[in-house]
C-alpha cells in the first residue's frame, strides 16, 4: 500500500522518475538546514543595519550573513504565522494550499516539500513550532511544540509518543532536540532539518540568563513611534496593534499605566516591549550558534545550506505598532540569510524580490529535483549564484483574509513592485475561519517607498500619481489572473 500511495503521488505531482532522467554524473546533494523563526523582523538583525543594529546583537545569525547572501526584499504572500508556513512548504499561495488563516490546517494529504526532498533520498526532520493543526507529513522524525507553545518548560510531542514537558528554555530545548536528531541520523543520506525556533513570538518571556539584559539602557525609537495616522486610511487609524494602548498587563509585566498622554504611553510601553523582544532574540542567536558549531565540527559546514529566516516580519515600534498582518514593509519584508560556500559568495546582498513559496523550488532545484508544476514559487538559487534573470520578477501579490479579526486588520490584497505599494482594503468579509462578519469602508492605499520609504503618506488621490494608480491596478489584476486567485471581494 505505501508503494501505491507514493507511486500515486508521484503521478499527481508530475515528479520524473529517477530512471528516466538523463545518464550524467550524480552531483552530491548538499544538506539543508531550515532555521525559522516566528515574528523575528529584520531590524532586529545586526546584520541589517537598521535603527537597532547598535543593540539588536546577533553576531551568530551574522555569522550566516558573513558566510553567504543577506536579501533585502525578501517577501511573504500573507502576513500571518499558518498561512506563511503552508506557503513554504507548499510554494503555493493561501488560495491554492487552502491555508487562508491562522484556523486552517494544513491537508496531511497535500504533497509538500519534505515529501518531494524525502522522493529525493532525503532523510527528514522537524523541530519546534509547526501551528499547522494537523501532524506533520513527509519527515521521518518530528517533535512540534503544541499550537504555539511557551517559553518556560515548554512542551512538546514527538512522532509516535505522548506530549512530553522539558525543563528549560524553549528555544534551548529546540536546538538541543536539533541537534540530537543530527547526531543520530543516517549519515549515509543528505538531511533536510526544519529547526523552528518558537520566539520571539508574543508574550515576549526571555530566558531567565537574559532577564537583565538592556537593564539599564535606553533603546532607539523609530522616527515612526508616534505616527497619528493623518494622511494614511481608516483601515491604518482603527487597528488595535498600538504599543501600550492595545498591549495588556501580561505584556508591560505591570497594569497599564493610567495617568499617562497616549504618547507618554507609547514611548514608556516601547521600552518593555523592545527590551522583552529583544532579549527572547538573544537565546535564539545564542541556539543558531550552537547549530553552527555543530556543523563546523563536525565537518559538514562546506556541505550544507543553512537559512535562516521568519514566518513574516513584525512592527518593532515602527508607526506605534506591534505585530504583523498588514502589507506594510515591516512586516511583509522577512529576514533571509543564505549560507551554502560552493556556491553562495560570501559577505553579498542581493536586492531582488523572492517570497516564501520560492523556497520550495529552490531546495529542490539544489537536490537535483524539479518543483512541480503545482507550485508557484521560483527557485532562486540563480540569485544566490550572482545571476538576476533577465525575467526575474519586479512585482509581487499579496492577500491578508482574516478580515478585523485579532488587532481589528481589514482583510486586503495588494501589489508590491520595486517602488510602490498599492493596497486595497475591499470591506467585504468573506467568511473565513476567525474573521468577522462585519463589512468595513473600502479604501485604497498608494506608498511611494522611494519619497516615503517610511510610509507615512497615502498618495492614492494625489493627481500626480493618476497614471501610477491605473497602472498599478492593471498589474495587480494581471498578477491576480496569473496566480489564480478568483475569490473577489
Same mark, same amino acid.
Given at each position: 500500500?505505501?508503494?501505491?500511495?507514493?507511486?500515486?503521488?508521484?503521478?499527481?505531482?508530475?515528479?520524473?522518475?529517477?530512471?528516466?532522467?538523463?545518464?550524467? $554524473?550524480?552531483?552530491?546533494?548538499?544538506?539543508?538546514?531550515?532555521?525559522?523563526?516566528?515574528?523575528? =523582523?529584520? =531590524?532586529?538583525?545586526?546584520?541589517?543595519?537598521?535603527?537597532?543594529?547598535?543593540?539588536?546583537?546577533?553576531?551568530?545569525?551574522?555569522?550566516?550573513?558573513?558566510? #553567504?547572501?543577506?536579501?533585502?526584499?525578501?517577501?511573504?504572500?500573507?502576513?500571518?504565522?499558518?498561512?506563511?508556513?503552508? =506557503?513554504?512548504?507548499?510554494?503555493?499561495?493561501?488560495?491554492?494550499?487552502?491555508?487562508?488563516?491562522?484556523?486552517?490546517?494544513?491537508?496531511?494529504?497535500?504533497?509538500?516539500?519534505?515529501?518531494?526532498? /524525502?522522493?529525493? *533520498?532525503?532523510?527528514?526532520?522537524?523541530?519546534?513550532?509547526?501551528?499547522?493543526?494537523?501532524?506533520?507529513? #513527509?519527515?521521518?522524525?518530528?517533535?512540534?511544540?503544541?499550537?504555539?507553545?511557551?517559553?518556560?518548560?515548554?512542551?512538546?510531542? =514527538?512522532? #509516535?509518543?505522548?506530549?512530553?514537558?522539558?525543563?528549560?528554555?524553549?528555544?534551548?530545548?529546540?536546538?538541543?532536540?536539533?541537534?540530537?536528531?543530527?547526531?543520530?541520523?543516517? /549519515?549515509?543520506?543528505?538531511?533536510?532539518?526544519?529547526?523552528?525556533?518558537?520566539?520571539?513570538?508574543? @508574550?515576549?518571556?526571555?530566558?531567565?540568563?537574559?532577564?537583565?539584559?538592556?537593564?539599564?539602557?535606553?533603546?532607539?525609537?523609530?522616527?515612526?513611534?508616534?505616527?497619528?495616522?493623518?494622511?494614511?486610511?481608516?483601515?491604518?487609524?482603527?487597528?488595535?496593534?498600538?504599543?501600550?494602548?492595545?498591549?495588556?498587563?501580561?505584556?508591560?509585566?505591570?497594569?497599564?499605566?493610567?495617568?499617562?498622554?497616549?504618547?507618554?504611553?507609547?514611548?514608556?510601553?516601547?521600552?518593555?516591549?523592545?527590551?522583552?523582544?529583544?532579549?527572547?532574540? +538573544?537565546?535564539?542567536?545564542?541556539?543558531?550558534?550552537?547549530?553552527?558549531?555543530?556543523?563546523?565540527?563536525?565537518?559538514?559546514?562546506?556541505?550544507?545550506?543553512?537559512?535562516?529566516?521568519?514566518?513574516?516580519?513584525?512592527?518593532?515600534?515602527?508607526?506605534?505598532?506591534?505585530?504583523?498582518?498588514?502589507?506594510?514593509?515591516?512586516?511583509?519584508?522577512?529576514?533571509?540569510?543564505?549560507?551554502? $560556500?560552493?556556491?553562495?559568495? !560570501?559577505?553579498?546582498?542581493?536586492?531582488?524580490?523572492?517570497?516564501?513559496?520560492?523556497? +520550495? $523550488?529552490?531546495?529542490?532545484?539544489? !537536490?537535483?529535483?524539479?518543483?512541480?508544476?503545482?507550485?508557484?514559487?521560483?527557485?532562486?538559487?540563480?540569485?544566490?549564484?550572482?545571476?538576476? @534573470? *533577465?525575467?526575474?520578477?519586479?512585482?509581487?501579490?499579496?492577500?491578508?483574509?482574516?478580515?478585523?479579526?485579532?488587532?481589528?486588520?481589514?482583510?486586503?490584497?495588494?501589489?508590491?513592485?520595486?517602488?510602490?505599494?498599492?493596497?486595497?482594503?475591499?470591506?467585504?468579509?468573506?467568511?473565513?475561519?476567525?474573521?468577522?462578519?462585519?463589512?468595513?469602508?473600502?479604501?485604497?492605499?498608494?506608498?511611494?517607498?522611494?519619497?516615503?520609504?517610511?510610509?507615512?503618506?497615502?498618495?492614492?488621490?494625489?493627481?500626480?500619481?493618476?497614471?501610477?494608480?491605473?497602472?498599478?491596478?492593471?498589474?495587480?489584476?494581471?498578477?491576480?489572473?496569473?496566480?489564480?486567485?478568483?475569490?473577489?471581494?
Amino acid at each position: 500500500m505505501r508503494t501505491m500511495f507514493w507511486a500515486a503521488l508521484a503521478l499527481l505531482w508530475t515528479i520524473p522518475p529517477l530512471h528516466a532522467q538523463p545518464a550524467q $554524473p550524480k552531483k552530491k546533494q548538499p544538506n539543508i538546514l531550515f532555521i525559522m523563526s516566528d515574528d523575528h =523582523a529584520s =531590524a532586529a538583525i545586526s546584520a541589517y543595519g537598521s535603527f537597532l543594529a547598535k543593540y539588536a546583537n546577533t553576531p551568530n545569525i551574522d555569522r550566516i550573513a558573513k558566510g #553567504g547572501m543577506r536579501f533585502k526584499n525578501a517577501l511573504v504572500t500573507n502576513s500571518i504565522c499558518t498561512p506563511s508556513r503552508a =506557503a513554504i512548504l507548499t510554494g503555493q499561495y493561501s488560495h491554492r494550499n487552502g491555508v487562508y488563516t491562522l484556523g486552517d490546517a494544513l491537508d496531511p494529504n497535500r504533497v509538500h516539500l519534505a515529501h518531494l526532498l /524525502k522522493a529525493l *533520498g532525503y532523510q527528514t526532520g522537524l523541530v519546534g513550532k509547526w501551528h499547522l493543526h494537523s501532524d506533520p507529513t #513527509g519527515f521521518d522524525w518530528w517533535s512540534i511544540l503544541p499550537g504555539q507553545g511557551v517559553y518556560l518548560k515548554p512542551k512538546l510531542r =514527538a512522532k #509516535g509518543e505522548k506530549l512530553k514537558e522539558f525543563d528549560g528554555y524553549s528555544e534551548d530545548v529546540i536546538a538541543t532536540q536539533s541537534l540530537d536528531w543530527l547526531g543520530q541520523r543516517d /549519515k549515509a543520506k543528505p538531511f533536510f532539518l526544519c529547526c523552528h525556533f518558537k520566539a520571539p513570538h508574543r @508574550p515576549w518571556d526571555p530566558a531567565p540568563r537574559f532577564q537583565d539584559l538592556y537593564k539599564n539602557e535606553k533603546l532607539p525609537e523609530p522616527p515612526t513611534l508616534l505616527d497619528d495616522y493623518k494622511n494614511r486610511s481608516k483601515a491604518a487609524a482603527n487597528a488595535t496593534l498600538v504599543i501600550g494602548e492595545h498591549m495588556t498587563a501580561r505584556d508591560l509585566g505591570q497594569p497599564v499605566p493610567k495617568n499617562m498622554t497616549t504618547h507618554e504611553l507609547r514611548k514608556f510601553a516601547y521600552q518593555i516591549y523592545m527590551k522583552n523582544y529583544l532579549r527572547c532574540i +538573544a537565546a535564539v542567536d545564542e541556539n543558531v550558534g550552537r547549530l553552527l558549531d555543530y556543523l563546523d565540527k563536525e565537518g559538514l559546514t562546506e556541505d550544507t545550506i543553512v537559512v535562516y529566516t521568519s514566518d513574516q516580519g513584525f512592527f518593532l515600534g515602527e508607526h506605534g505598532y506591534y505585530d504583523k498582518r498588514f502589507m506594510y514593509e515591516e512586516c511583509l519584508t522577512t529576514p533571509l540569510i543564505v549560507r551554502y $560556500p560552493p556556491v553562495v559568495p !560570501a559577505s553579498k546582498v542581493n536586492t531582488d524580490m523572492v517570497t516564501n513559496i520560492d523556497h +520550495a $523550488p529552490t531546495f529542490l532545484d539544489f !537536490a537535483g529535483g524539479k518543483a512541480p508544476d503545482e507550485m508557484q514559487g521560483r527557485s532562486y538559487r540563480s540569485l544566490l549564484e550572482g545571476k538576476t @534573470p *533577465g525575467d526575474w520578477r519586479k512585482s509581487m501579490y499579496y492577500r491578508y483574509y482574516m478580515h478585523l479579526a485579532d488587532h481589528g486588520v481589514p482583510a486586503h490584497y495588494g501589489v508590491r513592485t520595486e517602488r510602490y505599494t498599492l493596497i486595497h482594503f475591499y470591506g467585504q468579509p468573506l467568511g473565513m475561519k476567525g474573521a468577522v462578519n462585519k463589512p468595513t469602508e473600502s479604501e485604497w492605499e498608494l506608498f511611494d517607498r522611494q519619497q516615503d520609504p517610511q510610509q507615512m503618506r497615502n498618495v492614492v488621490s494625489d493627481a500626480q500619481y493618476a497614471q501610477t494608480v491605473r497602472e498599478l491596478k492593471a498589474e495587480l489584476e494581471r498578477l491576480r489572473r496569473e496566480v489564480g486567485d478568483d475569490r473577489n471581494p
